[in-house]
């Protein structure tokens, strides 16, 4: 399933399962706060994949079923490494071509759910659901009540100011596009502001390209290919695969001698050393 495909509103099902943790953090009763801690993990899990789908031009598609919050959350920093950080978005007319304009219009700010507040609480909100091991309840562990309402009244205060953005999932950038090499799949990568040089693959065939900015507006894809000889020693022709080709029990007939050249993952065993082996401690012994 792609993209194209029907996807949830993760943002409303935030606001909902924000809404429901509230609810359960207005009771007075302790053992309402493990459904706080529920929905509140569910909620930063929406925010991170509604986040992903501003991102979906750039998400690699082997990586659609990754549900983990910090796993998404670290690839979209790969794409982008201002993914996880607020902005603010303004307008205004240029006076010139590239003149800043004396006046701009804000739109708003956006806060967004980041890498930290994912890495301090949304394991930590899991502690919270699972019963206590042996080893907990022989040593006496016990919940507090106290720190964990104040954890969950955190986490709600802040994914209120998240959803409350009057703007969100502004991504902006400059990219480069080309179409693959290999199958002809349009490849899109984001050129980092300061980086010169950065690596693409296409999402279709696996592909890898070294992309250089050559300024002017325009960037050069350097296909990221490989000489390997064939392995018959009489005739070492060279071919040049793609990188990702160049996995265990792939291969190629060479065009020159005939043969069939087989790439495999090996182990080579090598003899022990007779002398080593006699001494103290040794196998000898």
């Known amino acids: 399933?792609?993209?194209?495909?029907?996807?949830?509103?993760?943002?409303?099902?935030?606001?909902?399962?924000?809404?429901?943790?509230?609810?359960?953090?207005?009771?007075?009763?302790?053992?309402?706060?493990?459904?706080?801690?529920?929905?509140?993990?569910?909620?930063?899990?929406?925010?991170?994949?509604?986040?992903?789908?501003?991102?979906?031009?750039?998400?690699?598609?082997?990586?659609?079923?990754?549900?983990?919050?910090?796993?998404?959350?670290?690839?979209?920093?790969?794409?982008?490494?201002?993914?996880?950080?607020?902005?603010?978005?303004?307008?205004?007319?240029?006076?010139?071509?590239?003149?800043?304009?004396?006046v701009m219009e804000a739109l708003g700010t956006e806060i967004v759910l980041n890498m930290a507040t994912i890495k301090r609480h949304y394991d930590a909100l899991g502690s919270y659901l699972h019963v206590p091991t042996i080893k907990q309840r022989k040593a006496g562990a016990k919940i507090d009540a106290a720190k964990f309402r104040a954890r969950c009244d955190e986490i709600a205060a802040y994914l209120t100011e998240v959803l409350s953005s009057p703007v969100w999932n502004t991504t902006m950038g400059n990219f480069a596009t080309h179409d693959c090499m290999k199958c002809g799949h349009p490849i899109r990568k984001r050129m980092p502001h300061g980086q010169d040089v950065v690596d693409a693959k296409c999402f279709e065939c696996g592909a890898t390209y070294k992309v250089t900015d050559v300024g002017e507006g325009k960037v050069h894809f350097e296909p990221d290919q490989v000489e390997v000889k064939c392995a018959n020693p009489e005739c070492k022709t060279s071919v040049f695969p793609w990188r990702s080709e160049i996995v265990p029990n792939s291969g190629w007939k060479c065009e020159v001698c005939g043969g069939e050249n087989d790439i495999k993952l090996m182990i080579q065993h090598r003899p022990a050393d007779p002398v080593e082996a006699e001494k103290p401690g040794g196998d000898g012994e």
């Open 1 to 102: 399933m792609g993209w194209e495909a029907s996807v949830t509103d993760y943002r409303n099902d935030a606001r909902r399962e924000l809404a429901r943790a509230k609810d359960e953090l207005a009771s007075a009763d302790v053992e309402r706060l493990k459904y706080a801690a529920l929905e509140l993990r569910m909620a930063m899990e929406s925010l991170t994949y509604d986040r992903a789908l501003a991102y979906k031009a750039e998400f690699p598609p082997a990586e659609y079923e990754t549900w983990q919050p910090r796993k998404v959350m670290a690839i979209l920093l790969e794409i982008d490494p201002n993914a996880d950080k607020d902005s603010s978005l303004a307008f205004g007319i240029e006076p010139s071509l590239g003149v800043t304009p004396e």
